[in-house]
């Protein structure tokens, strides 16, 4: 029966604990310890449950391998606190109202620590509690205080340095992503520990302000209400409340004591893999000869002329012996084991040192696939300058980042991989470089401290700031201070922040990168998903009529050209129509290319209606078309008639461009691939479409003409 009873308290107990309701009830304790008087037996216990935790804490804290495993210190160390001060009150309520009853009438514990500090003198056992009191005030706690906030400084000072360090051991590739992930949190807990470390000190420190002001209010209280009120003989209430009032104070200084040699411990300790015992034991008694150094020096102080002989012989000798047995009994060290393995492993072959001695083998630790990481889909390096940008409380970078890959995935249809931004040491401390799959894309230069301000059209007002020019487009621009953002404004300049220009920058490059950053895995995970929508078309489509390595280079081809992969029920549908006929991946591509053709009209204009255009010339045309071969799409033409068209090309596409138009460019259905392949790679931002691709209900307004007669082409 009593099993089951305790058996029943234990659950209950492990109850509480589980839905965290421990510290309310401590918190009820306290208040109820401050408000409700309690029985002398009650006190008791209490103060017995206060040691035995203090105790425990300091277990806890030397038996702890860093301080960061003890993460909840601060709190129990704040709650341990309140609870001893509930009890200094509840005990100072007792003492006053009960004292005059005798040394007991505060309870035995109070009694027995105030008659052992004593010792049958009170005088005596005051000064030696003010001691106590002094050594826990003075050296203790405010040597703990003093630490914490100096470590809780540093920690916040180096946390920076230690993120950059980071960084740059993820971009050397010494440590993964997940690693650099798990490091940053261990950064982080370590930093709101020292802060909060720091502060429950001030707690620490104001309870032992608390002992002393407790101990003379007991003894005077006590001295005025058992000599007033109770008729004690003042001799009597002097020793009887002194006795009290020291119990009481030490029985409170002693847990407190131990908890602030528990926080120095902890907060002067190094993060190690060690416990402090054996740590202690390499560090100090692992080399005998240290401590043969110290007995020899405690055998000569003891044996000069005056001082004790037999303490300071006996001890010397008594260390003198601790340490021949230890030396005597200590395993091999690590460099004696390797020598004589390494006598004992010849190399192969026979080769031998200058003494004769084999050598021996270097073992090197084996490579394996999991030490081969492939390169991140999409990267941002930043300059050592531009880590504000990623500052968890001042840098959007991250964000913007986030949105523009949210937007372009929506916009093109398909799910990009997440953005990895790291800072590195070999990059000019104010550029960055955006990478696709390991390959540098794009580049630029920003000052974090600064914005931008752009002059569009080139119209704009003068204002004072250093010169530079946009990095996406390079239009003309200025670096000016925040402060000059509104004047700016008002002169006509666009102002943009430098994490906007490099998101800016950023969607450009995924936009021109889309067919690279669309991998096997991505479709297959796209059909997966689209399965649940088209269950009968993806059945009928993969793998019976293509595979899913066909459909990835049909969709590269699209996306190649920038055409959006939203509707993919059309895509699939036409690629289902047409793959049976024996087409080409290019020609099969070409067949979405006719059936999305107002998609991609209105994503180019945001219209159906009207499109402004460009064309080439019939003679031109012409005499691209007399050199085309018809079997196999080549386009052969002279290299500077080639030159000269796409020069004439890039000039109108930049000036559509700079109207805020999409530059289109319309040529006969026979030389879009061809075109394609010769102009795209250089004019990317160029789209090539065919004229019988254009909807009868369409207006195209020819914006201009690329003509044989052209100065450029011509040579005139």
Not at 35 to 46: E, G, I, K, N, Q
Not at 313 to 318: A, Y
Not at 460 to 485: C, H, M, R, Y
Not at 675 to 704: H, M, Q, W, Y
Request: with cysteine; glycine share 8%.
């Amino acid at each position: 029966m009593e099993e089951k009873m305790n058996g029943r308290i234990f659950d209950k107990l492990k109850a509480i604990a589980a839905n965290a309701s421990g510290a309310p009830l401590l918190l009820l304790i306290m208040l109820a310890m401050i408000t409700v008087p309690l029985p002398a037996a009650v006190l008791d216990s209490m103060f017995t449950i206060n040691i035995l935790l203090s105790i425990v804490i300091l277990l806890v804290a030397v038996r702890t391998l860093k301080p960061t495993d003890f993460s909840v210190f601060p709190t129990v160390l704040l709650m341990a606190t309140l609870t001893r001060l509930g009890l200094n009150v509840a005990s100072t309520r007792i003492i006053l109202t009960e004292g005059h009853t005798g040394s007991a009438g505060a309870g035995h514990v109070i009694e027995a620590f105030g008659t052992f500090v004593i010792g049958g003198n009170w005088a005596v056992g005051l000064v030696v509690f003010l001691i106590l009191l002094v050594v826990n005030f003075i050296v203790i706690t405010k040597g703990a205080e003093r630490i914490s906030e100096v470590n809780a400084r540093f920690t916040l000072d180096s946390l920076p340095g230690k993120q950059l360090a980071i960084d740059a051991d993820l971009n050397q590739g010494a440590i993964t992503a997940d690693e650099a992930g798990k490091r940053r949190k261990e950064l982080a807990l370590e930093s709101e520990f020292n802060g909060a470390l720091d502060g429950t000190s001030k707690f620490v420190k104001g309870d032992a302000i608390a002992g002393i002001v407790i101990l003379l209010i007991n003894i005077i209280g006590g001295l005025i209400i058992g000599v007033v009120q109770h008729g004690i003989p003042f001799t009597s209430a002097v020793e009887t409340y002194t006795l009290l009032s020291i119990g009481d104070g030490l029985v409170a200084q002693i847990p407190s004591i131990i908890l602030a040699s528990a926080t120095a411990l902890i907060i002067s300790r190094s993060s190690t893999d060690v416990s402090l015992s054996d740590l202690v034991q390499i560090q100090i008694f692992d080399d005998p000869r240290t401590l043969y150094m110290a007995s020899g020096l405690i055998i000569a102080i003891g044996l000069v002329p005056g001082m004790p002989t037999l303490p300071f012989v006996g001890v010397g000798l008594l260390l003198l012996g601790i340490t021949h047995m230890m030396a005597k009994n200590a395993p091999p060290s690590a460099t004696e084991d390797g020598a004589s393995e390494a006598a004992a492993s010849p190399v192969p072959g026979g080769v031998e040192n200058f003494d004769g001695e084999p050598l021996v083998p270097v073992e090197k630790p084996e490579l394996s696939l999991s030490d081969i990481t492939p390169p991140d889909p999409i990267v941002i390096e930043l300059g050592m300058r531009l880590t504000p940008l990623v500052d968890e409380l001042t840098g959007d970078l991250k964000a913007q980042a986030i949105g523009t890959r949210q937007m372009v995935s929506q916009e093109y249809g398909i799910l990009i991989q997440s953005i990895n931004i790291r800072t590195v040491r070999d990059l000019d401390s104010e550029s960055y470089r955006i990478l696709i799959r390991g390959i540098p894309r794009a580049k630029g230069k920003v000052k974090a401290s600064l914005v931008q301000a752009i002059n569009m059209d080139g119209l704009a007002g003068e204002i004072d700031g250093i010169p530079t020019n946009e990095p996406v487009f390079g239009l003309p621009a200025f670096w000016i201070s925040k402060e000059q953002e509104s004047d700016a404004r008002s002169r006509g300049y666009v102002v943009t922040a430098p994490a906007s220009i490099i998101a800016s920058h950023l969607n450009q490059v995924m936009i021109k990168n889309l067919g690279t950053l669309l991998g096997h895995e991505d479709v297959s995970r796209m059909m997966d998903h689209l399965r649940n929508k088209f269950p009968r078309l993806i059945d009928e489509l993969i793998p019976k009529t293509v595979s899913v390595s066909r459909l990835l280079t049909v969709m590269r081809y699209l996306l190649s050209e920038q055409i959006s992969l939203s509707d993919m029920s059309t895509v699939l549908e036409t690629i289902a129509r047409y793959a049976p006929q024996g087409l080409t991946d290019q020609e099969l591509a070409d067949q979405v290319r006719k059936a999305m053709v107002e998609s991609i009209i209105y994503h180019l204009s945001g219209s159906t209606e009207s499109l402004d255009a460009i064309c080439l010339d019939g003679k031109l045309q012409m005499q691209m078309l007399q050199g085309l071969n018809m079997k196999t799409g080549d386009l052969s033409i002279e290299p500077e008639l080639a030159r000269d068209v796409i020069i004439r090309i890039g000039q109108m596409t930049e000036e559509l461009l700079r109207q805020g138009k999409p530059a289109v460019l319309f040529v006969p259905h026979a030389l879009r691939l061809p075109l394609v392949d010769l102009v795209r790679p250089i004019i990317r931002e160029l789209n090539i479409l065919s004229t019988e691709e254009i909807p009868k209900s369409l207006i195209v307004n020819f914006a201009g003409t690329v003509g044989y007669d052209d100065p450029v082409i011509n040579g005139d």
